[in-house]
């Protein structure tokens, strides 16, 4: 399986961005995609998550209110639609994907990942 991510940029804050991840290879056992997030001398952190089959969503407190995760399936993308940027938000996003439940968020469940696209939030 491979995870490409694009859409990543600099932007203002308060500004929108959506990004993507491409999935090929046999994506038939990716039950679950997520995003996760690492900004500069901190861990990677969870952002969000989805159910490639049914579509629920779990979030992190970080972003909820102003991400959306979605899936088209057939198509093989993921997208994270984020919204009101903040400087925090400054980060590498990447994809990440697994056969576990969508709720498990720990980046050990998650057995296949991109690449990461960086999002840059100026002030």
């Known amino acids: 399986v491979r995870l490409v991510e694009s859409g990543g940029g600099l932007v203002q804050a308060g500004a929108s961005l959506q990004l993507s991840c491409a999935l090929s290879g046999d994506t038939s056992g990716v039950y679950t995609a997520g995003w996760f997030r690492q900004a500069p001398g901190k861990e990677r952190e969870f952002v969000a998550a989805i159910d490639r089959r049914g579509g629920s969503t779990n979030y992190a407190d970080s972003l909820k209110g102003r991400s959306t995760i979605s899936s088209d399936s057939p198509k093989n993308m993921v997208y994270l639609q984020m919204n009101d940027l903040k400087v925090e938000d400054t980060a590498v996003y990447y994809c990440?994907?697994?056969?576990?439940?969508?709720?498990?968020?720990?980046?050990?469940?998650?057995?296949?990942w991109g690449q990461g696209t960086q999002v840059t939030v100026s002030s």
């Open positions: 990440a994907g697994g056969a576990h439940h969508y709720k498990y968020t720990d980046s050990d469940y998650f057995a296949h």
